[in-house]
């Protein structure tokens, strides 16, 4: 499969964005509709990954469970992500 000129270009800013997240000490947001059907991921600088979820009020975050080490390799071969840690 070819990928555009602009899809490549938006995978390169979104590698930026995943660092000078990083860097700035804040998790990544992921979107996994297979493990996370109702949240999101949170990806740490440490290589971790949080299940999480908003609260009823739809403002609160809540930390469901960490993913395991095959679930995060699910994710990061899904997502096309690096493995390796940034702390």
Same mark, same amino acid.
């Given at each position: 499969?070819?990928?555009?000129?602009?899809?490549?270009?938006?995978?390169? %800013?979104? #590698?930026?964005?995943? =660092?000078e997240?990083?860097?700035?000490?804040?998790?990544?947001?992921l979107?996994? /509709?297979?493990?996370?059907?109702?949240?999101?991921?949170?990806?740490?600088?440490d290589? %971790?990954? #949080?299940?999480?979820? =908003?609260?009823?009020?739809?403002?609160?975050?809540?930390?469901?469970?960490?993913? /395991?080490?095959t679930?995060?390799?699910?994710?990061?071969?899904?997502?096309g992500?690096?493995?390796?840690h940034y702390?």
């Amino acid at each position: 499969m070819m990928r555009t000129e602009e899809e490549i270009r938006l995978n390169e %800013s979104v #590698k930026r964005l995943r =660092l000078e997240t990083f860097e700035k000490g804040y998790p990544f947001m992921l979107v996994d /509709n297979e493990i996370a059907p109702d949240g999101f991921i949170n990806e740490y600088s440490d290589g %971790s990954m #949080k299940l999480m979820k =908003l609260g009823a009020d739809n403002q609160t975050i809540i930390e469901v469970r960490s993913l /395991n080490s095959t679930e995060i390799n699910q994710v990061r071969n899904r997502h096309g992500l690096r493995q390796f840690h940034y702390a």
